[in-house]
């Protein structure tokens, strides 16, 4: 294979840049850019300081530390270095070029990773956690893809499919000696066997979406009448979060997106520019605009105005909110209520109304609790075990789920035993699809092609 090398370090100016190098030709390209202070023989986990030079010229380039990894204890198995230089564009991209000029290839997009899962120090499931995360939103996700990358989850999911294996080997057995005493215990332990496997996955999709949310935040959009307090709900919250992670504008029409995070719920609030827009006295949110903006949400966070009587409006918009995922928060707390809190509550549910003030930012902390609820369930699923929260390994997990309740039945309508081997080998190889134990060269291509160079 040959010699790969790119900037693993963000672009930008920061304090250092680190350049990172793989390959059997490692050590020779090193040795004839880097002039270390004092020479010494490699050895592995160590690090040289020195000067990297233009190899032609002579001329130094940056003052350097170099730290050496020996094959195969390195992130990819193979030689490697990382050229801790200072930070800054040029400097970085000179470094690269030297060496690239002597004999290394740019690095693709997570090239790293894939020769660290290629070689077999990794499996694909912890591949993908590294680039989840790179990707990383939010901390909740953070700290899940650490856990992924640990091998929870891969651990989980091969314990499954190695289940399912054996289920088809006690099968296979009875197909080629159909004793009937092995075929009475083998139905049994076969049908229990293929149960478990099936509740295991029921549970593992069940908090996908959870994972999903982790991931990519719940998508919320606030809806209300003008002059119930949107914007100033809006800026409440934005206030009271932890870290603002980016808002930017869409460059198509005025929507811009703000995300936040919430206790530990990220947030995505859609299509606040309207919100923002009230401000500007530009123009008022009304009921039509509310309903668009409904379609497109996870959950629709409906303000009201405590201190007046419900009015048409109101109601068309409760209306609309009606059957989809929402919470009603009764604004303006501090002013004397006139609404009926209670019929409210019998109309959404109990727990789904919340009194509130943007103003005072009374009541806040009750609407982040209620979320952390509403997407984690209880306490436990938060601490708990590791949530799938790639698409593609919730979308495998399902097909696998489904041949496996296609084996049930089959097992359940006395089908010949061959049947229930092809509907289980269907799932186990999904579930190999998930781990990389069954996968096609193109599938990991496209993978780790997702990734950012360097990693
Ligand atoms: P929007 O049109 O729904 O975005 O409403 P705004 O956030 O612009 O609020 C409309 C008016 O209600 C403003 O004068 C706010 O100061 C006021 N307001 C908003 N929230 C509260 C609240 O909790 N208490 C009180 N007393 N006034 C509020």
Known sequence: MSTIAAISTAPGNAGIGIIRLSGEKCFEIIEKIFVPKKKSPVVGYSMKYGKIINSQTKEVIDEVLVSYFVAPKSYTTENMCEINSHGGTIIEHKILEECLKNGAVLAEPGEFTKRAFLNGRIDLIQAEAVMDIIKSRSEASLKMAVRQQDGQLSKKIKGLRRNLLDIVVNLEAVIDYPEEDIEEITFNTVSEGMERVKQELEYLLKHAHTGKILREGLQTVIVGRPNVGKSSLLNALLSEERAIVSEYAGTTRDVIEEQLLLGSVPLVLVDTAGIRQT????????????????????????????????????????NAVAGKPCVIIVNKGDRPQVNDLTALQKRFGKDRVLLLSAKTGGGLEQFTAWLQSYVYGSEHAISGGAYVQNTRHENLLREALLSVEEAIRAAASMLPYDCLVIDLHKAIDAMGLITGDTLQDEIINEIFSKFCVGK
């Open 279 to 318: 401000e500007d006295y530009v123009e008022k949110i009304g009921v039509a605009r509310s309903k668009e903006r409904l379609d497109k949400a996870e959950l629709a966070v409906v303000v009201l105005d405590g201190s007046q009587t419900l009015n048409e409006e109101d109601e068309e918009i409760l």
